[in-house]
């Protein structure tokens, strides 16, 4: 059920509700319908936490991950080993990795992939702050986290070779986390692809 | 993965985002993320719809449906029947009756259901609007469409009891949309309460 909405005013809020990514038509005019029965102050409070969000947000100078301050919390920990830097996507990949518990070095935001497809080139996302860590700082390690994806790798492998080019005489080690099968999982149940790689990446007991 | 955000502007923008219905604290999250990454002229354009439908926005002064206008298209349009009257719960319902193509009268949206564990009450929605017309407006049949559950059915009661006695000395028929199999369904894979539902009220052929 979409129709025509009986408002112009109606449909174009929809209309913005529905620019969000996964949140469909019939979802954008039920959300967009719970917002107009809340109090003018609950809208207000609702629009005015994303516009103070944006204004007044920060991007840590070092890692480029979102702060309320110049470096974040983690890059300036005196306990974080600040020689191994994991590069990943966005924020959400650093969350995950923090609830691991099983990563104390730092963290290298990109803000995205590179996808031509969706214009998205080296230059819009943050490769060349993470080439410039390298001359700054003492890092021995780089972990690549990305999404196993195409992108994924595709950004992967030229950052990579960026770093190569640039740290030639250097001895930093270039990683990236392993693909394999999922812990709980069974080999038949794995896609051949997955099945395949862990496979040729098997490691010695 | 939830865990704790860097950054409280970030949490209090993804709280706000995880208020409205069905959107859970992962996909806050990147919906939320979604926004921070576009221009600050787009986040304005996205905020300022909701403000300006709250603002701005009208009820048709008979049917209480969404409207630009102080009399919404359909109470206004000459081509549809004033007699017979649809007692709807929200917008959506209207829409969703439009589409059926089956319906030309006009509506009444109470903007809810009688739900007394959510604190909703008769005077919390257009009850007392709705008994109001069949005083002021030549209505020869009201019509309840409201949802098939228990506040939904409670609320047709009340307001037919009502009915009743303020129009005792009226011809006012007062009915209820029909409960039954869905059209493509077969018995074997219907709800034992509808499917009984739809044998107490068969129809002669």
Redesign the interface.
């Known amino acids: 059920?979409?129709?025509d909405?009986?408002?112009?005013?109606?449909e174009?809020?929809v209309?913005?509700m529905n620019?969000?990514?996964?949140?469909g038509r019939k979802?954008s005019?039920?959300?967009?319908?719970?917002?107009?029965?809340?109090s003018?102050s609950e809208?207000?409070?609702?629009?005015?936490?994303?516009?103070?969000?944006?204004?007044?947000?920060?991007f840590c100078r070092y890692c480029h991950?979102?702060?309320?301050t110049e470096v974040?919390?983690?890059c300036s920990s005196h306990s974080r080993d600040k020689h191994t830097v994991c590069v990943v996507e966005?924020?959400?990949d650093?969350?995950?990795i923090?609830?691991t518990g099983q990563y104390n070095g730092v963290y290298h935001v990109l803000?995205g992939v590179i996808s031509p497809m969706d214009g998205v080139g080296p230059k819009d996302i943050e490769v060349d702050s993470l080439l410039q860590r390298l001359n700054n700082e003492p890092v021995t390690e780089i972990i690549f986290a990305l999404p196993a994806t195409m992108e994924g790798d595709t950004t992967c492998f030229f950052i990579n070779r960026q770093i190569q080019e640039q740290a030639a005489d250097t001895n930093i080690k270039v990683s990236q986390i392993a693909r394999g099968i999922a812990v709980g999982n069974e080999p038949q149940y794995t896609d051949e692809i997955t099945l395949g790689r862990a496979i040729l990446n098997r490691h010695t007991l």
Request: with cysteine; glycine share 4%; hydrophobic share 40%.
């Open positions: 059920m979409t129709g909405l009986p408002s112009e005013l109606l174009q809020a209309q913005q620019t969000l990514p996964g949140i979802t005019i039920r959300l967009t319908l719970n917002l107009l029965r809340r003018e809208v207000e409070a609702f629009t005015n936490s994303f516009l103070k969000l944006k204004k007044e947000v920060h991950t979102i702060s309320d974040c919390s983690i966005d924020i959400q650093v969350l995950a923090e609830n803000g």
